[in-house]
Each structure stands twice: as C-alpha cells, then as structure tokens.
C-alpha cells in the first residue's frame, strides 16, 4: 500500500518534468545593440582608453564607426550571434569579442592577433554617451 502511495505522487511529478522537457534547448531572444553613439573604454592596466564609437543599424546590416579624434574607421564585418559580438577590425590584425548583457552595455576583449592569440585587453562599452 505504501509503494502505491509514493507511486502516485512520483508518476506525476515524471509526467510533469517529461512534459516540460521537450529536448529543445531554451532559446534566448537575440539582443541587438542600440543604434547611436556609444562609448567604448579599453581597461589597459586600470587605465581607461576612451573610444567613440557609432553604430548603425540598416535593415540587418550593422556597422560601426571608431572615431578618435579627426581619425574614422568604418568597419562592416560585425557579426552577432544571440547575445554575443564580434567585430573585425578591417586595418589592424585584431577583433573585438563581446558580450551583450543589455541592448545599451557591451563587455568583452580586444584581441590583438600581432601580439598573440592570448593578447586581450577588457574593454565595457555603453550606448547613449
């Protein structure tokens, strides 16, 4: 009688969980960073380098623009793939791999292949500054 009791308290709770569990992961809705100005900082040993940056958004196409000082890079290669970034620098053996953890905040590295494939400098990049 007792092995019936928990039976029909168990068989539920599988039923439940089997229900819920469809094999298909959670899909998380894609982020998109804000169009606009943004401000990027480099963390180089507790400094911060500031970079302007611009991003634009046509239909799916997104580009950005560095801008420090007179100089400006346009690059097209931005890759986004659900709440991650990459940015290929087009002049400079490098790319920026980030993390969007809102559609206004950006974290991540900078990797500079010349200096090595392990060389990364942090960098926090926020939309509206």
């Keep these: 009688m ?3 009791r928990s039976l029909k308290f168990v068989l539920p709770c599988v039923l439940l969980l089997g229900s819920s569990c469809n ?3 959670n899909k998380a809705i894609p982020l998109t960073p804000l169009a606009g100005n943004w401000l990027l900082n480099l963390d180089l040993n507790g400094y911060q380098l500031p970079v302007n940056i611009e991003f ?3 239909d799916d196409d997104h580009d950005i623009v560095f801008s420090n000082g007179a100089e400006r890079i346009l690059v097209e290669d931005v ?3 659900g709440d991650s970034i990459e940015v290929v620098m087009p002049l400079y ?4 791999i980030g993390h969007l953890s809102a559609p206004g905040i950006i974290s ?8 090595g494939p392990n060389y990364k400098v942090p960098f926090e990049a926020h939309a509206g500054l």
């Design 23 to 25: 094999g298909q992961p």
């Design 2 to 4: 007792r092995s019936l």
């Design 108 to 115: 991540g590295n900078w990797v500079n292949f010349v200096r």
């Design 79 to 81: 890759r986004l793939f």
């Design 56 to 58: 634009s958004v046509i």
């Design 93 to 96: 053996d490098s790319k920026f």
